[in-house]
């Protein structure tokens, strides 16, 4: 992509405006700067069919607000790759350039040119339970099987889909216990886009695990099943189906020894999409934000959801954590809504006390404390309870009392 931005910029639109490719290698800094105040101003997009109905006619005729930094990125890129001490980013020579862009951009905003940023979309709820309803015969087809293999590892591990997976081989997979159960972890680190390997390698923060649920779709299940289904002599975990096995799927080996092609798992999700007849198509990527924000959404601090999705900074997550999800936007948008109704208070009571809180008490035959359920205490002592003021109207959650006789 970076080569693709400076090619464009270097011969596309240079040649078109000066009638010859800019040679970044020769240019003075002073030059370069004064085309690329042209260039940010001018430059504008291929028109497509696509394009205009994914951004509307008016906004399809101008770059994306991230699309001219990301061009300016890679225009920087390749004049470092060419060993040249320029940054046109943060160089003093550059500076007119940066805020003709900053301005230009500035007036994009102000005249409704500046389309949102578009982030990748989010699986629905309902479509998660069409996909689980359509993953639920894995045992009965190998290419069920396979995309039910390919989805719990993209889900478990947040993968990208296209970069990890490709690299998995059958001995990939580690089965193994501990105090809470079987659990699957990966036996090697796998090269991905922020983890490369080689000199500069991150520290390992420790193995992702994906324990097993006893349910229907337990990742631990399928996972077997598919290797019980995959050639032995198979050096690769996902390869190519056994054509005996579309048709038959009572014969043993699914699965031959020829790897998938690496474009093949751009289809996966897609593929998925159309098979549980979804609302839209998605992709791995989409999978991989749903993921994300899963865990933001149940609590998760954002070290330990960098820890699963291998990101370095917290900066690189927020993109995926937007927030709020759509339940938390319309419990907003609802309670904004009684104001425009003339009311502040919300109409539904709040929920009652957890019954499965418990309040430790210090027992006599044991230097424990025993654990009683508040449920229960304020059964046996509903009198005493009450005329405690600090229980009236008062809702506890997730909290431990250590209470003397």
């Known amino acids: 992509m970076l080569i693709c931005f400076s090619f464009c910029f270097s011969l596309e639109w240079h040649c078109e405006t000066y009638g010859q490719p800019l040679d970044f290698s020769a240019v003075e800094p002073e030059d370069l700067a004064l085309r690329l105040r042209k260039f940010y101003c001018e430059a504008t997009p291929k028109q497509t069919d696509a394009r205009k109905r994914a951004v509307g006619d008016a906004q399809a005729t101008e770059y994306h607000r991230n699309s001219l930094l990301n061009i300016r990125a890679a225009i920087n890129r390749h004049i470092k790759d060419l060993k040249r001490d320029v940054d046109i980013v943060r160089d003093k020579p550059f500076k007119r350039a940066n805020n003709t862009l900053d301005g230009f951009l500035k007036h994009k905003t102000a005249t409704g040119l500046s389309a ?6 989010i699986l629905s709820e309902a479509d998660l339970v069409k996909i689980a309803s359509h993953l639920e015969n894995y045992d009965c087809s190998a290419q069920i099987l396979r995309d039910c293999a390919w989805y ?58 994906v324990y097993a649920t006893g349910t229907k779709l337990c990742p631990v299940k399928v996972l077997k099943l598919f290797l019980q289904k995959t050639d032995p002599e198979a050096e690769m975990l996902f390869n190519q189906m056994n054509e005996q096995a579309i048709s038959n799927p009572d014969i043993e080996i699914w699965y031959t020894t020829k790897q998938l092609s690496k474009r093949t798992f751009c289809n996966f999700m897609p593929n998925i999409s159309k098979a549980a007849n979804l609302s839209t198509r998605y992709t791995a990527h989409c999978l991989r934000a749903t993921a994300i924000e899963m865990l933001n959404d149940e609590g998760f601090q954002a070290r330990h959801i960098m820890f699963m999705s291998n990101h370095r900074n ?33 109409a539904t009571p709040p929920p009652p006390p957890s019954t499965s809180m418990e ?24 009198q005493n309870i009450s005329e405690m003021e600090f229980f009236n109207g008062a809702i506890i959650t997730n909290c431990t009392f250590n209470i003397s006789k």
């Open 116 to 121: 949102p940023v578009k982030h990748k979309e």
């Open 152 to 209: 719990v590892i993209a889900i478990h591990f947040v993968t990208r889909g296209l970069e990890a997976h490709h690299q998995l081989r059958r001995d990939s997979l580690s089965f193994r216990h501990d105090e809470s159960g079987q659990y699957v972890t990966l036996s090697h680190d796998l090269q991905q886009k922020n983890h490369q390997g080689g000199i500069e390698k991150s520290e390992h923060k420790g193995e992702k695990r």
């Open 314 to 346: 917290e900066a690189s997550l927020r993109s995926y954590s937007r927030g709020c999800s759509n339940g938390q936007k319309k419990q907003m948008s609802s309670a904004l809504s009684r104001l425009v109704g003339g009311h502040k208070a919300c």
């Open 359 to 382: 309040i430790a008490l210090p027992s006599s035959s044991s230097p424990e404390n025993v654990r009683i359920p508040l449920s229960q205490m304020v059964q046996n002592n509903k």
